[in-house]
């Protein structure tokens, strides 16, 4: 699977947009890309996926330009409460693929008032 | 709806000890996923089952973990004379057969302590 390559930590103040950017050069055609979240003494929480260009839910964007082989997630007006760790995975799918995560070190996003 | 559910959430064993950890997908989901993660390793997955097919065993570390599935539902991850560097939190996910392949549904965790 494609390794992924994110910042280690970010800081960002309420009401911000923060970027959030991931290189995963060795994609494979049959691989998407997936963000999850995760707060202390939580599991993770599928945040949103993408293939291509540009996807967006209540949540967050994210953004993919042609070549895939980056991806930025995008989070509006920022609040105190999305002080989290943000994990960039490229899942393989297909038939007997499991869609296993391979979990990286995450963003370590902090925000501040 | 109920979501992914573990028991115990924390449990603390002496080295040498067997332990079993159970997890409750969500109904109806037959994907069925066992990580654990350290402060050392992230977030690593362990075990993979889905449906009636041979689990994905890849991510086990040795022997002395196992893990099995019963009737399709409840999942028991059991490992055998605990070492200290077992101690992590064992996270168990769900994911729904026509949901998407990235999109899991994970429960809060059983904190293991060897000890």
């Known amino acids: 699977l494609a390794k992924t390559t994110q910042p280690i930590s970010m800081d960002s103040y309420e009401g911000q947009e923060v970027n959030i950017t991931c290189s995963h050069n060795n994609i494979a055609t049959n691989d998407y890309i997936t963000w999850y979240q995760q707060f202390p003494s939580q599991g993770p929480r599928f945040i949103i996926q993408?293939?291509?260009t540009k996807v967006t839910n209540e949540v967050a964007s994210l953004f993919i330009p042609a070549d895939r082989k980056s991806s930025t997630l995008s989070l509006p007006r920022v609040s105190l409460s999305d002080t989290a760790v943000y994990y960039c995975l490229v899942v393989r799918t297909g038939v007997g693929q499991g869609g296993k995560l391979i979990f990286g070190q995450g963003t370590e996003l902090s925000v501040k008032p | 709806g109920a979501g992914v559910s573990q028991s115990p959430s924390n449990k603390v064993t002496e080295k040498g000890k067997d332990v079993e950890l159970r997890c409750d997908p969500i109904s109806g989901h037959t994907a069925l996923y066992w990580y654990r993660q350290s402060l050392g390793q992230g977030l690593e997955f362990l075990i993979y089952f889905q449906g009636n097919s041979a689990p994905d065993k890849s991510g086990l570390p040795s022997d002395r973990f196992s893990a099995e599935r019963t009737g399709g539902s409840v999942s028991t991850l059991t490992i055998q004379r605990t070492q200290q560097e077992d101690s992590a939190v064992y996270l168990c996910?769900?994911?729904?057969?026509?949901?998407?392949?990235?999109?899991?549904?994970f429960g809060p965790g059983t904190r293991l302590t060897v000890t």
């Open positions: 996910a769900s994911r729904a057969t026509s949901g998407r392949e990235g999109e899991q549904y």
């Open positions: 993408g293939y291509k």
